[in-house]
């Protein structure tokens, strides 16, 4: 279990989500069923590139490769009666921009309907896949650097202007075993 980080930055929370992504890619990718030391390596190590700015957040150009060929839901992995749909949904700010569209059936579509995706997956008792989460949390930091949110004292955010909801993005992640890269076929 991680020990409780105080961020002092909107920007720390949220480099601190993303380099858990990639610790539990890392761990997902090797198999193991909990987190090892090499895990955690790469979660500091990443943590404390994003903060100095030695390391950068990949591009979404690298989660459209991803996406490409992939004509499954991202949610469920189901293959029937694709639509189109938005990971930060338009009644909240979020774009029709080819970042924030994504495939889902129909029935995961209307279940989320206008939903921010991590509000619909916890409502759903779920952690969304990692892939997706990735693709999210580049959105949302790239949204906080565009509007200079990045260096905001992190219990101001309720005052900001933000499309989702950062009190729900995830501070802890579950162990690699019961995480998936994709949505399940």
């Given at each position: 279990?991680?020990?409780k980080?105080?961020?002092?930055t909107?920007?720390?929370?949220?480099?601190?989500?993303?380099?858990?992504?990639?610790?539990?890619?890392?761990?997902?990718?090797?198999?193991?069923?909990?987190y090892?030391?090499?895990?955690?390596m790469?979660?500091a190590?990443?943590?404390?590139?994003?903060?100095t700015?030695?390391?950068?957040?990949?591009?979404?150009y690298?989660?459209?490769?991803?996406?490409?060929?992939n004509d499954?839901?991202?949610?469920?992995?189901?293959?029937d009666k694709?639509?189109?749909?938005h990971?930060?949904p338009?009644?909240?700010?979020?774009?029709?921009?080819?970042?924030?569209?994504?495939?889902?059936?129909r029935?995961?579509?209307s279940?989320?309907?206008?939903?921010?995706?991590?509000?619909?997956?916890l409502?759903?008792?779920k952690?969304?896949?990692?892939?997706?989460?990735r693709?999210?949390?580049?959105?949302?930091i790239?949204?906080?650097?565009?509007?200079?949110?990045m260096?905001?004292?992190?219990?101001m955010?309720?005052?900001?202007?933000?499309p989702?909801?950062?009190?729900?993005?995830?501070y802890?992640?579950?162990?690699?075993?019961?995480?998936?890269?994709?949505?399940?076929?």
């Amino acid at each position: 279990m991680c020990k409780k980080i105080d961020f002092k930055t909107l920007g720390e929370k949220l480099y601190w989500i993303y380099a858990n992504i990639a610790m539990a890619h890392v761990a997902l990718d090797h198999n193991h069923s909990k987190y090892q030391r090499l895990d955690y390596m790469v979660r500091a190590r990443l943590y404390k590139g994003l903060c100095t700015g030695t390391m950068r957040i990949g591009t979404l150009y690298d989660d459209e490769k991803e996406k490409l060929g992939n004509d499954i839901c991202c949610y469920c992995g189901s293959g029937d009666k694709l639509t189109l749909d938005h990971l930060i949904p338009r009644k909240n700010g979020g774009t029709d921009s080819g970042d924030n569209i994504v495939y889902a059936c129909r029935k995961c579509n209307s279940s989320k309907s206008s939903t921010d995706l991590i509000e619909w997956m916890l409502r759903n008792d779920k952690f969304p896949p990692l892939l997706i989460l990735r693709r999210y949390m580049k959105i949302v930091i790239s949204f906080c650097e565009v509007n200079d949110y990045m260096d905001k004292d992190y219990t101001m955010f309720e005052e900001l202007d933000l499309p989702f909801r950062i009190d729900l993005l995830p501070y802890r992640f579950p162990n690699p075993g019961e995480l998936r890269l994709r949505a399940a076929n």
